[in-house]
Every structure is written in C-alpha cells, then in structure tokens.
C-alpha cells in the first residue's frame, strides 16, 4: 500500500465564518463521511479521529454557501499535490468535457481575444483555443506549469494559487475556472478580483459541483464530491448566481453536466454506488463497508456515480 501520510490538527485551518459572506451564523449540516484513506499525489493520508470529528460541513444562513469547517491549509496542499504524478490524471480532454457543446459559441467572437484559465493544469484547454488569441494560466502546481509553458510557448503564465497572483483589472475577454470554484479559500476576494480582471462584454465561464443536483440529494452525506480533502467549498445554482451577480455578471446560462473524469466503467461505478447507499443508509452507516475496504485493501471512498451532478455556468459582464 506504500506510506501511509499522518496529518495532524496543524496541518489544517479551522474557518472562522463563511469564506463568502464572513457570516458565522450557519446550520450544521453533518460531519462528512470518512474513510479509511484519502488519495494524494504524495501518497494515501490517513485522518485521525479528532480530524474526522471536526470535518463539519455547514451551510451559510446568509448567503446559502456550503463549506467545510476544517480544511488543509495551502502549505498542507502543496506538499501533497506537488507532484509530477497528477500531469496525465488531470489533463482536460475535450471529447469528455463536451468542448464543442459548451465553448464552441465562444469560437466565432472576432477581433482581440485575451483568455485567462484560472488551474490551467498542463494547458490542455488553452491549447484548443485558436491561435491568434492572446493565453493567459495560472497554477498552483509548478510541474503542470511547466508542462503548459512548453506546449505553449507564447502563452503567459503565472505560478500560485489565484487567490494570491495580481490580475490585471477590466483585461480579459474569457475566463475559465474548470472545477476551481471547490477549492477556494476565499470565494469572496476570489471571484471579486476575477469579476474586476473581465472586460466589460466578457464571458466567465466556469464548472463545479451541484449541490441541488438529484444525484447529491440521493446520496446526502455520502456524495464522494463533499467528502474529497481539495474540496472546501459547494455551490447551489441560486448560490453561484448571487455571487456571480453581486460581482457585476449577469448569469446566462446554468446547466447540468457530468464530470469529465471516471467515465470508464461508467455502469461499474454506478451500481457500486447502489450498492454503497444501500450498505451505508447513505453514508450514516459506513462501518461494515469501511471494514469491508480494510480487508480488501481498498480505501472505502464513496464511489464517484458518474451521473449530472456537476453544473455549466457562463456568465457575462455587462459594464
Ligand atoms: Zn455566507
């Protein structure tokens, strides 16, 4: 199984209010499920039971985010996710993301574009885009950096997390956060400083998780999306449009999509996550499965269903 990563209370940040609003009036929504291990780049993690106890999710009664308590702290990421490993696990292929369905309308706009992809990764969505456009990254890890540098040359890219890099204000003419929004520290001065970096006209457009999605409804506790350490933060469409508005853009379309990754063995994993509802009553019974996965020497993660629990959000500045 190779090493196994301890990781202390330290190593993790304990919000003091919700990372929208700053509100600290929320509901309690329940600990999130845990399982025997969490898979890093750096090797398997292992939380122990006061870190468990603490890996509350609440939801905002202001602004209606859902968030955990207790998440890594940037430095805890990095160590575990810089790593050469994640160059092919993340690369954004466009036949499974849908390019066309969902980007192609941006294909046609003329003149000077400048494009900004906020996790770039290794590049792979800049380097769909046509030629002539001006490419902007950012990524946190160097290695995928890197990478992205070499497959773009003439692309500009920035080292760090988006929350820390400077971004120029009323600049870019598209911006792309795939599955980014989840992992925000501060969804607040985030989406602000990325609201103020469009030109008037410009288009955000950006994927997460659905909250409100039927498949997270019918797992509760046991969605795999809330129970992932890089997962901080969840979205419902009426959550993403208020933050989205109250930053200037107008929301033109939310729609339901399916995440890109896993979509091998697609009926494997859908009836394994029958099976682990059943077995678990939705995640509040996980016992007898964890025992289960410690015996095969299997991490006991509730399994990724493949179904529409993601949303498609594109939204425009209008000034
Ligand atoms: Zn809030």
């Given at each position: 199984?190779?090493?196994?990563?301890?990781?202390?209370?330290?190593?993790?940040?304990?919000?003091?209010?919700?990372?929208?609003?700053?509100?600290?009036?929320?509901?309690?929504?329940?600990?999130?499920?845990?399982?025997?291990?969490?898979?890093?780049?750096?090797?398997?993690?292992?939380?122990?039971?006061?870190?468990?106890?603490?890996?509350?999710?609440?939801?905002?009664?202001?602004?209606?985010?859902?968030?955990?308590?207790?998440?890594?702290?940037?430095?805890?990421?990095?160590?575990?996710?810089?790593?050469?490993?994640?160059?092919?696990?993340?690369?954004w292929d466009p036949l499974t993301r849908g390019f066309q369905s969902k980007f192609g309308f941006m294909l046609n706009?003329?003149?000077?574009?400048?494009?900004?992809?906020?996790?770039?990764?290794?590049?792979?969505f800049?380097?769909l885009?046509?030629?002539?456009?001006?490419?902007?990254?950012?990524?946190?890890?160097?290695?995928?950096?890197?990478?992205?540098?070499?497959?773009?040359?003439?692309?500009?890219?920035?080292?760090?997390?988006?929350?820390?890099?400077?971004?120029?204000?009323?600049?870019?003419?598209?911006?792309t956060?795939w599955?980014?929004?989840?992992?925000?520290?501060?969804?607040?001065?985030?989406?602000?400083?990325?609201?103020?970096?469009?030109?008037?006209?410009?288009y955000?457009i950006l994927e997460?998780?659905?909250?409100?999605?039927?498949?997270?409804?019918?797992?509760?506790?046991?969605?795999?999306?809330?129970?992932?350490?890089?997962?901080?933060?969840?979205?419902?469409?009426?959550?993403?449009?208020?933050?989205?508005?109250?930053?200037?853009?107008?929301?033109q379309q939310i729609r339901p999509t399916i995440h890109h990754?896993?979509k091998?063995?697609?009926?494997?994993?859908?009836?394994?996550?029958?099976?682990?509802?059943?077995?678990?009553?939705?995640?509040?019974?996980?016992?007898?499965?964890?025992?289960?996965?410690?015996?095969?020497?299997?991490?006991?993660?509730?399994?990724?269903?493949?179904?529409y629990?993601h949303m498609f959000v594109v939204?425009?500045?209008?000034?």
């Open positions: 199984m190779g090493n196994l990563i301890q990781l202390s209370l330290s190593d993790f940040l304990q919000r003091q209010g919700c990372p929208y609003c700053n509100s600290q009036d929320n509901r309690l929504l329940y600990p999130v499920v845990s399982k025997n291990f969490y898979s890093t780049p750096q090797g398997k993690i292992v939380l122990n039971k006061t870190i468990q106890h603490k890996r509350q999710l609440v939801k905002c009664l202001a602004c209606g985010l859902i968030y955990h308590q207790l998440i890594p702290r940037k430095e805890t990421m990095k160590k575990l996710y810089q790593n050469s490993s994640v160059l092919e696990k993340w690369d706009i003329n003149g000077k574009v400048q494009t900004l992809d906020i996790g770039c990764h290794t590049g792979g800049l380097s885009l046509p030629k002539k456009w001006e490419k902007h990254g950012i990524d946190f890890n160097a290695v995928s950096l890197n990478e992205a540098q070499k497959r773009i040359p003439e692309g500009i890219f920035q080292l760090g997390n988006v929350e820390d890099v400077d971004l120029s204000p009323n600049y870019f003419n598209i911006i956060m599955d980014i929004a989840e992992h925000l520290y501060n969804v607040q001065s985030t989406f602000r400083k990325v609201c103020t970096s469009m030109a008037p006209g410009g955000l997460t998780g659905n909250w409100e999605s039927l498949s997270a409804r019918i797992f509760g506790r046991s969605w795999y999306y809330t129970n992932l350490l890089e997962h901080f933060v969840f979205f419902e469409p009426s959550t993403i449009q208020l933050i989205l508005e109250e930053n200037g853009l107008v929301v990754r896993n091998d063995k697609t009926w494997h994993r859908r009836l394994k996550s029958l099976l682990y509802i059943i077995a678990s009553a939705r995640g509040t019974v996980i016992s007898p499965w964890l025992k289960t996965a410690e015996f095969f020497k299997k991490s006991g993660s509730p399994p990724n269903p493949v179904m629990d939204a425009k500045k209008v000034i």
